[in-house]
């Protein structure tokens, strides 16, 4: 398998005095991770040593993050994460066809020993998203997703508990999309098995919103890698 070499100022989509986004590629850590030690902090580190990860992304989640170049800028964004004053933007992929409007749901949320996050509404901590469809398929539905909260997985368990759960996201139920499954005269190759166009989470953070420092407003948004332009393209031409 082709080890992945990381870019870090390839990823950069916007930067001032204080402030990094980037988009954040699919299969890269945001901190050190038991099973690859690069990582998003520790590729900036390497630029300057002060920057600071102000927001985590699951590791297969692609898409904006934000990062912090100096202390006080650091301490700028946790106080706009803690009062819920940062928007973020996803959209996810989701087999099957989405709720015709918006939606709230209100679900809280704890982390279990096994590190899957479940539904608990006695000891689980208060979670909200609004989801809304942004385009239907035939068989799936691209969703806006907009945590008004920021717990772990919290986009993934909550479509899960919608019955919706992410394409490609295994630990939620969420099933890889195959080109058989959406090209109605697909044929397979003899004796070779079908391999998944797509089989991470797919999930992406779209854009995000905050002050800089200087109160004035940074709006940013993050195209698309590669894998998932791939999957809307055929999705848009066979299903």
């Given at each position: 398998?082709?080890?992945?070499?990381?870019n870090a100022?390839?990823?950069?989509v916007?930067d001032?005095?204080?402030?990094?986004?980037?988009?954040?590629?699919?299969?890269?850590s945001?901190l050190?991770d038991r099973?690859?030690?690069?990582?998003?902090?520790?590729?900036?580190r390497?630029?300057?040593?002060?920057?600071?990860?102000c927001?985590?992304l699951?590791?297969?989640?692609?898409?904006a993050?934000?990062?912090?170049?100096n202390?006080?800028?650091?301490?700028?964004?946790?106080?706009?994460?803690?009062?819920?004053e940062v928007e973020?933007?996803y959209?996810?992929l989701?087999?099957?066809?989405?709720?015709?409007?918006?939606?709230q749901?209100?679900?809280?949320?704890?982390?279990?020993?096994?590190?899957?996050?479940?539904f608990?509404?006695?000891?689980?901590k208060?979670?909200?998203?609004l989801?809304?469809?942004?385009?239907?398929?035939?068989?799936?539905?691209?969703v806006?997703?907009?945590?008004?909260?920021?717990?772990?997985?919290?986009?993934?368990?909550h479509?899960?508990?919608l019955?919706?759960?992410i394409c490609?996201?295994s630990?939620?139920?969420g099933e890889?999309?195959f080109l058989?499954?959406?090209?109605?005269?697909?044929?397979?190759k003899?004796?070779e098995?079908?391999r998944?166009?797509f089989?991470?989470?797919?999930l992406?953070?779209?854009?995000?919103k905050?002050?800089?420092?200087?109160?004035?407003f940074?709006?940013?948004?993050?195209?698309?890698?590669?894998?998932?332009?791939?999957i809307?393209?055929?999705?848009?031409k066979?299903?």
């Amino acid at each position: 398998m082709k080890k992945n070499v990381w870019n870090a100022a390839e990823m950069v989509v916007y930067d001032d005095d204080n402030y990094t986004i980037i988009n954040k590629p699919p299969h890269l850590s945001t901190l050190e991770d038991r099973n690859d030690q690069t990582n998003v902090l520790s590729l900036f580190r390497a630029i300057d040593s002060g920057y600071q990860v102000c927001h985590r992304l699951d590791k297969e989640t692609s898409g904006a993050l934000l990062l912090a170049k100096n202390d006080e800028a650091y301490r700028h964004a946790a106080l706009q994460f803690q009062e819920r004053e940062v928007e973020k933007i996803y959209h996810a992929l989701v087999k099957g066809r989405f709720l015709n409007e918006a939606i709230q749901v209100d679900v809280p949320l704890r982390t279990s020993g096994s590190g899957k996050v479940i539904f608990d509404k006695r000891r689980g901590k208060e979670a909200i998203t609004l989801f809304r469809p942004k385009q239907f398929f035939k068989d799936y539905t691209l969703v806006e997703a907009k945590p008004i909260t920021g717990r772990t997985h919290q986009i993934r368990a909550h479509l899960a508990y919608l019955d919706f759960p992410i394409c490609g996201d295994s630990l939620y139920g969420g099933e890889p999309i195959f080109l058989s499954s959406i090209k109605k005269d697909f044929r397979s190759k003899k004796n070779e098995e079908e391999r998944p166009l797509f089989s991470r989470v797919g999930l992406h953070a779209h854009a995000i919103k905050l002050t800089n420092v200087n109160k004035n407003f940074i709006l940013k948004m993050c195209d698309y890698p590669k894998d998932m332009q791939i999957i809307m393209k055929k999705l848009n031409k066979f299903n």
